[in-house]
């Protein structure tokens, strides 16, 4: 066994099942900080054992229990200011015996670490950062990165949110009944948002691949949803992400918009997937279709012109209708004034984007939408509508707006 | 696990408050400390009077100073506490929003660090 070897193994073990093994070891006294420390000290001793005694078949038993013993001591050295009862009883109510380590019951406390993360006592604006790092296993620094504030400035905030959590004692539980489903749309939202921040490089990377934030967050959303059993917005989120992850091939090379992109290049497996999630999500409903549901139907009425050939517009409209009606967010009701745009003529979809306030920082979709609209219009301004949407966004996307803006300059 | 639920709201006078809704108000913080008490979670409360009755007082260069009125001079106020014992902050959370007074302010809640018992200091949780 060389130390490379080891080395992989262990790196292997790191990026599986991270997010799992933090949250099993800080479910017992809510400290995530100590959690990570811990495990960090066991990634480190198994470096060195690894190499004479060979690589455990249960590796990440191992580190747990190295984990749990490190713990331990440190409870123990607290306990002369005691916290020592609630901390016994956590703990020994949680331990996991390390030949029972299952990392399918496992999912159960990353789950849990999920609600932590999205708690209504965190500002929202940290949830995502902290979902990233204790159940994805980002480092600071990366999630300063898409932050876009400094790396330190990140570790103070991450380091102040443990804190918190631990010192007023956020449950580590997966919330029933009501209080789910208060809390339920948060914790949606920020896997939602660790894909979103993933998607960008999603494309180049293979859908297991540890570096990719969209696989992590697409598993995550899957496996949401098969815990929780019946709840539709958590399959919706499941079939939202795997229709948005079909179509990664397309990522490649050029931008090319969704309605011109060929189907072909489309992966049938993820879209086949993505349709049982939503049946799913459908037949657990007992409303009105949430969201999320009617987000994933509408990728869904993409990936059918596979077969149809062509783009059902009037599908289209009828769900993006509905979703302005319960989610009038800026994004989704520029996406409807696009779709209008298609169905009713360019000016009637242009009526539509007018009657929406952009913020004062401005809203590159509406820059792309309105610009797509004017040249459909034949509108003189198009090119330079173009031009500004493409100020507005970087890399394939702005090339693409700027060899609009050139095809349209009159 | 400790935590004290510190109500903040906008002082009523007499003049403001009719006797009605004192006495509903009354009748209100009675049933909410009967359910505390009931579910073996209350350490202890108290209603404190206005600020008008309040007296600040601090060292200030060496010397002592006593000064009329509250330390921060704001329109929400300190009005009561209370002190409850559970199990995490949901639960505190769930108490503090049965709370009368989340109708006309805010209740903060905070977890306690130490108190005391028999005059010795004991760590919380």
Known sequence: MTRADVSAAAQSAARSSYGRLVAVLAAADGDIALAEDTLQDAF???????????????????????????????????????????????????????????????????????????????????????????????????????????????????VRAKRRIRDARIPFVVPTGAKRAERLPAVLESVYGCFSIGWDDAGAASLDAPESMAG??????????????????????????????????????????????????????????????????????????????????????????????????????????????????????????????????????????????????????????????????????????????????????????????????? | MRYTLLMHYAEQTGATLSDEDMAEAQRAFSAYAAALHGAGVLIAAEVLRSSESTTTVSRVDGELRVQDGPFADTKEQLAGTFVIDVDDLDAAISWAGQSPSVSWGAVEIRPGATFTRDGVWVMNG
């Open chain 1, 44 to 158: 480190v001793q198994a470096l060195v054992t690894w190499p004479r005694t060979g690589i455990p078949s249960n590796p990440e038993g191992w580190l747990i229990t190295v984990a749990r013993n490190r713990q331990r001591d440190t409870w123990k050295s607290a306990a002369a200011r005691t916290r020592a009862d609630w901390l016994e009883l956590g703990a020994a109510s949680s331990t996991v015996h390390p030949n029972d380590l299952d990392l399918d019951t496992l999912d159960d406390k990353r789950l849990e670490m999920l609600f932590v993360c999205a708690h209504p006592a965190i500002d929202p604006a940290v949830r995502l950062p902290l979902m990233l790092q204790a159940v994805l296993g980002f480092e600071a620094s990366q999630i300063a990165v898409v932050f876009v504030v400094p790396a330190a400035t990140m570790a103070q905030r991450l």
């Open chain 1, 216 to 410: 992590e967050a697409f598993h995550l959303a899957v496996t949401l949803a098969e815990l929780l059993g019946e709840e539709p917005e958590a399959w919706s989120l499941a079939a939202l992400l795997a229709l948005s992850l079909s179509r990664r091939a397309t990522t490649d090379g050029e931008f090319v918009p969704l309605d011109e992109q060929d189907p072909r290049q489309w992966d049938s497996d993820l879209i086949a997937r993505g349709e049982t999630y939503l049946r799913h999500a459908a037949a657990v409903t007992l409303g009105a279709p949430g969201r999320l549901q009617l987000e994933a139907a509408m990728q869904a009425v993409h990936a059918a012109r596979r077969h149809t050939g062509v783009v059902d517009w009037p599908a289209l409209g009828q769900l993006s209708e509905a979703l302005v009606t319960i989610a009038p967010t800026l994004g989704s009701r520029v996406a409807h004034a696009a779709i209008v745009g298609r169905l009713a003529g360019p000016s009637a979809g242009l009526a539509e984007l007018e009657r929406i306030e952009v913020p004062a920082a401005g809203f590159q979709p509406y820059f792309a939408v309105r610009a797509d609209l004017l040249s459909r219009l034949g509108d003189s301004r198009a090119s330079e509508a173009f031009a500004s949407a493409a100020d507005a966004t970087t890399g394939r996307h702005a090339a693409y707006l700027r060899s609009r803006s050139a095809a349209t300059k009159s």
